[in-house]
């Protein structure tokens, strides 16, 4: 079974501070990885995807990946009280049509 | 916005009745998805589909059933619903093979009395 773990959290940190959120895979295998957010009663929405080793950055949000230690990670900077919410790892094998998902990590970014 | 529809949004219904939720995309894409929704759990993958009639298992497909007669609809069949199967539903579709990102319908809240 291809596990994706997460930690729960919460994660609670000051406005204008940056947020680190972390995600380690079972399938060595894995090729896509991609980071949701998900506000509350809300369907989860894409941030950012990665493929590649290394960083890659979008605004105040940057993905890392490592694939030899089988670890994503989603760092936000200049963290807003918008951008408090749960967020979402998911992980595809190579050719595969299934994507999983962690159970997710609550950040609250606190005024 | 990816041209999902998903309904109905809310459904409270009694133990042991037959469930239709349907998913409708507009963009002709190939792969849909049905997703559950629980506290402690995540998402967890109920069925997909890569075509017409093409449809496969996912991690909790015990209790559910698929049916896909056209590229544009996907449904989700609880044959005799039962408590556990209390949650909410996401159908999502991938934009591009198997390397594309999943965009997500807005959920459908389903009560199992």
């Known amino acids: 079974q291809k596990e994706v773990e997460q930690n729960s959290g919460p994660l609670s940190v000051p406005e204008g501070a940056i947020a680190s959120l972390n995600c380690t895979y079972s399938?060595?295998?894995?090729?896509?990885f991609f980071w949701y957010r998900q506000y509350s009663g809300k369907s989860p929405e894409l941030i950012m995807f990665i493929y590649s080793n290394g960083d890659k950055e979008d605004g105040r949000f940057t993905a890392q990946l490592n694939k030899a230690s089988q670890y994503v990670s989603l760092l936000i900077r200049d963290s807003q009280p918008s951008d408090s919410a749960t967020y979402l790892c998911a992980v595809s094998g190579a050719g595969s049509y299934q994507l999983t998902f962690g159970k997710g990590t609550k950040l609250s970014v606190i005024p | 916005d990816a041209g999902i529809t998903q309904s109905p949004r809310h459904k409270v219904t009694e133990t042991g009745t037959p469930v239709t939720l349907r998913c409708h995309q507009t963009?002709?894409?190939?792969?849909m998805y049905w997703y559950r929704q629980d506290p402690g759990h995540g998402l967890r993958l109920i069925h997909y589909s890569y075509g017409v009639k093409d449809t496969d298992k996912g991690e909790v497909s015990d209790g559910y059933s698929v049916s896909r007669s056209k590229t544009e609809d996907f449904l989700l069949t609880l044959e005799s619903a039962t408590s556990s199967q209390t949650s909410v539903y996401f159908c999502a579709i991938r934009t591009s093979g198997t390397d594309g990102e999943l965009f997500f319908g807005e959920g459908s809240r389903l009560t199992v009395l």
């Open positions: 399938d060595r295998g894995s090729q896509s």
């Open positions: 963009e002709n894409h190939r792969y």
